[in-house]
């Protein structure tokens, strides 16, 4: 009895938006799934000794080393000691603030963004994780306050991620109606993995899985292993009862977010109904 109640309330825990959101802005996914992509090993600007030089680029390739191996919380105190070294380093502001943003430290991640931004990094670098960061935090109307919609003739790639940015604030203020026409028009832009999963959540919300399941599959094609793709992915063939095709999809979640517990509980849930519970308890 006690394991059949948990069961079903996993079950229905795990088909809620609410944890394809969740997964959709975690820190995220793993920060953006970049893997502290926008870090090189060159040396910051201004007066360092040689030693200090060689110091700065072993901890920034320490802290690549860690985001790919799904260890943020180790790339922050590698970038924090490099920060040290080198205060006011716009590159260590910009990656320190995506490293907290995996390690799930928003509020920390948005004054490292900011202050990245005002020491002149590229805001088309930098304002994507800005969003991700006010976003984890409930900050949607402040966003839409500060990040005005694109023009319509900007179609620029930092266009789109203001737009699809706009979009989930819309959607923190029960604004679907408008978020889904923000989405279409950053899917005019791009129709990039990001934009179209975020659409595809859209449409999931709205009770119209079969669009759901057009847009996810899309971007699937073009990022098989986008974690916020996987995870509407195994929701919509669980709902459709088609769990055995879930797994494989619950299965390459698990193994693209490094084995994060949200991965792990969608793959349970996938185990519980197809009635393997002794796999799923673990």
Do not use: W
């Not at 709902?239 to 193994?255: E, R, S, W």
């Amino acid at each position: 009895m006690t394991l059949n109640l948990r069961t079903n309330t996993f079950r229905r825990q795990l088909r809620s938006s609410s944890a394809i959101a969740a997964l959709i802005l975690m820190g995220l996914c793993c920060a953006s799934g970049s893997s502290l992509a926008a870090v090189d090993k060159s040396l910051p600007n201004g007066q360092m000794s040689a030693e200090s030089q060689r110091e700065v680029a072993k901890l920034l390739g320490l802290a690549l080393d860690a985001m790919k191996n799904g260890h943020p919380e180790v790339a922050v105190i590698h970038l924090k000691n490099a920060e040290t070294i080198a205060p006011g380093d716009t590159t260590i502001n910009m990656n320190l603030g995506e490293a907290l943003l995996g390690a799930g430290n928003p509020a920390e991640a948005a004054r490292e963004l900011r202050s990245a931004i005002q020491r002149g990094a590229p805001q088309a670098k930098v304002l994507p994780m800005l969003y991700q960061a006010m976003l984890a935090q409930r900050q949607g109307q402040q966003l839409l306050n500060e990040f005005a919609e694109p023009s319509q003739d900007d179609h620029s790639e930092l266009a789109a991620d203001t737009l699809r940015a706009r979009a989930y604030a819309q959607v923190q203020l029960g604004q679907k109606d408008e978020a889904a026409a923000t989405l279409d028009r950053a899917l005019a832009i791009s129709r990039s993995a990001r934009n179209l999963t975020a659409r595809a959540q859209l449409a999931h919300d709205a009770g119209d899985d079969a669009l759901a399941a057009k847009f996810v599959d899309e971007a699937l094609a073009k990022e098989p292993a986008n974690p916020s793709a996987l995870m509407i992915k195994v929701t919509l063939l669980q709902l459709a009862n088609k769990a055995d095709q879930a797994l494989g999809f619950a299965d390459t979640l698990v193994k693209e977010t490094h084995n994060s517990s949200l991965a792990r509980m969608a793959r349970a849930g996938v185990y519980m109904q197809l009635k393997q519970d002794a796999k799923a308890l673990p």
